[in-house]
Each structure stands twice: as C-alpha cells, then as structure tokens.
Nanobody, 113 residues
Framework: QVQLVESGGGLVQPGGSLRLSCAAS????????VAWYRQAPGKQRELVGA???????NYSISVKGRFTISRDNARNTVYLQMNSLKPDDTAVYYC???????WGQGTQVTVSS
C-alpha cells in the first residue's frame, strides 16, 4: 500500500523558514503530480500548491513568492520550502497524491513569537 510520510514541521518565529518533506513508499513518486495542502484550526483544508511530473509548479495566492515546491526523484521525496512565515501560515500541512487519493498523516507548523 502506498504511504506518504511528512516531516519537518515545528515552531518557528514570524519571518522564519521551514522545509517540509513528503517521502513516498511503494510508488514511483516522480511520474505523478503531488500537492501540498494545509488546514488551520476551524478552517477547511486548502491547497497550498502542487508540482507536476515535469517539475511545473503552481501556488495559491496566499503563499506565492514565499513558498517553493521541489522534488528529489532519487529520494522519492517532495519538499515544501516555506520562507517569510507568518502567523496565518499556522496549520497542519499535508501532502497529497491525487492519482491514488492518498494523504499523508500531516505535520504541524506553528508560526508564533
């Protein structure tokens, strides 16, 4: 069964950076589009951005210019680099593999002073 495991979350001050990882097993990650979502307390899950098999990326307006999605096919891993973090970025972040409708378990990101 396909597994997605996120890591890299934590507590960071406003203006800081974090890099999240999403590692896949039992699937060749590189040939599929992978998306990142987030869900803040009391809010619906929202799309952060996605990367296609050819490396094309797109982002929500709220993170564009601050977040970058990349992939390391040799490691079967997708990354979410988050810079200039704001308190509004506080959420549980999930990676999602649309071709299998599979979600990772999520990783908590808290932006606070």
């Amino acid at each position: 069964q396909v597994q997605l495991v996120e890591s890299g979350g934590g507590l960071v001050q406003p203006g800081g950076s974090l890099r999240l990882s999403c590692a896949a097993s039992r699937i060749t990650f590189s040939i599929y589009t992978v998306a990142w979502y987030r869900q803040a307390p009391g809010k619906q899950r929202e799309l952060v951005g996605a990367i296609t098999d050819t490396g094309v990326t797109n982002y929500s307006i709220s993170v564009k210019g601050r977040f970058t999605i990349s992939r390391d096919n040799a490691r079967n891993t997708v990354y979410l680099q988050m810079n200039s973090l704001k308190p509004d970025d506080t959420a549980v972040y999930y990676c999602y593999l649309p071709v299998t409708s599979k979600w990772g378990q999520g990783t908590q990101v808290t932006v606070s002073s």
